[in-house]
């Protein structure tokens, strides 16, 4: 995963746009939206970081730094 990518998108990306993008890539079909990622699987990781990161924005009106520093932590977690 690349942040500078997953930031990308969130600021030029509705939910909505990357939702059908995540179910694009789910059934095999071409992107509508440019995603950056070495490979179908990092550009899905990408897209569902970006959902989840604008969800937490939305959800509890934070800026993009902050729910990405959630994003992240919430990553480390996920491995600890």
């Known amino acids: 995963m690349k942040l500078t990518a997953v930031k990308e998108i969130v600021g030029k ?3 909505e746009e990357l939702s059908n993008a995540e179910n694009d890539l789910m059934e095999e079909r071409p992107l509508s939206i ?3 990622g070495d490979d179908e699987g990092e550009k899905l990781t990408h897209i569902i970081a970006a959902i989840w990161i604008l969800k937490e924005m939305e959800n509890k009106s934070i800026p993009l730094p902050k729910a990405l520093r959630n994003y992240t ?3 480390r977690n ?3």
């Open 78 to 80: 996920s491995i600890s």
């Open 34 to 36: 440019e995603i950056s």
């Open 73 to 75: 932590q919430r990553v």
């Open 13 to 15: 990306y509705s939910i």
